[in-house]
């Protein structure tokens, strides 16, 4: 995404007051302050995703402006932020994803808060963000190294709950697969899926 980049360099060129009054605030503090908090963002899609409104812009007509003000390209501007749009909204669409070792655990009388630390060593994080345009190949694989990871870090088996038997993966589908402690993907009959 190019569009940041340029209106960063274009407005370390300007004088940011003459900007902020181009664009039409009544108070400059508020245009500085929506300014700032642009500048801070990473891209045009972080800044779209976390959203603004200062009582002024929102987050898409502020860029807009800006792109006017600083007479960026239209079609540059309309790329990126299309570009930023459409990996809104697929993230959107996507459920969390979900990574936990289970094992044979039945309670036996077990104090409540060592179940509570136990189940939280039993989860593995999993970003959504850093699935998006992603194969389901590309997805297991990943999976699988954290598998692995986590089954080695926790030498198989978990505080309280026990042996580590395998693994259970919420994906972005809504469907849930069974890895093995190796990190291998069980296809629908519960055999270990070869791999290609």
Same mark, same amino acid.
């Given at each position: 995404?190019k569009? %940041?980049?340029?209106?960063?360099?274009?407005?370390?060129?300007?004088? *940011?007051?003459v900007? /902020?009054? !181009?664009?039409d #605030?009544?108070?400059?503090?508020?245009g500085? @302050?929506?300014? $700032?908090?642009?500048?801070?963002? $990473?891209n045009? #899609?972080?800044?779209?995703?976390?959203? *603004?409104?200062?009582?002024?812009?929102?987050?898409?007509?502020?860029?807009?402006?800006?792109?006017?003000?600083?007479?960026?390209?239209?079609d540059?501007?309309?790329?990126? /932020?299309? @570009?930023?749009?459409?990996?809104?909204?697929?993230?959107s669409?996507m459920?969390?994803?979900y990574?936990?070792?289970?094992?044979?655990f039945?309670?036996n009388?077990?104090?409540?808060?060592?179940?509570?630390?136990?189940?939280?060593?039993?989860?593995?994080? /999993? %970003?959504?963000?850093?699935l998006?345009?992603?194969?389901?190949?590309?997805?297991?694989?990943?999976?699988? !190294?954290?598998? $692995?990871?986590?089954?080695v870090?926790?030498?198989?088996?978990?505080?309280?709950?026990?042996?580590?038997? *395998? #693994?259970l993966?919420?994906?972005?589908?809504?469907?849930?697969?069974?890895?093995?402690?190796?990190?291998?993907l069980?296809?629908?009959n519960?055999e270990?899926?070869?791999? $290609?």
């Amino acid at each position: 995404m190019k569009l %940041h980049k340029i209106i960063k360099k274009k407005l370390a060129k300007s004088a *940011h007051d003459v900007v /902020i009054k !181009q664009m039409d #605030y009544g108070s400059l503090k508020v245009g500085r @302050k929506t300014l $700032k908090a642009f500048l801070n963002t $990473k891209n045009v #899609y972080e800044w779209l995703r976390e959203g *603004h409104y200062d009582l002024k812009y929102a987050s898409e007509p502020f860029i807009w402006k800006l792109v006017e003000v600083l007479d960026i390209s239209f079609d540059i501007a309309k790329a990126d /932020i299309e @570009k930023a749009k459409k990996r809104y909204r697929r993230l959107s669409a996507m459920k969390d994803p979900y990574l936990r070792a289970e094992t044979n655990f039945r309670r036996n009388g077990e104090f409540i808060f060592a179940l509570i630390f136990a189940a939280a060593k039993s989860r593995i994080s /999993i %970003h959504k963000e850093s699935l998006v345009y992603k194969s389901d190949e590309e997805i297991f694989r990943s999976v699988g !190294q954290k598998i $692995k990871k986590h089954y080695v870090e926790y030498k198989g088996e978990l505080p309280v709950l026990g042996k580590i038997t *395998h #693994y259970l993966y919420d994906h972005t589908d809504g469907k849930t697969y069974r890895f093995t402690i190796d990190g291998k993907l069980f296809n629908e009959n519960n055999e270990i899926k070869e791999e $290609k």
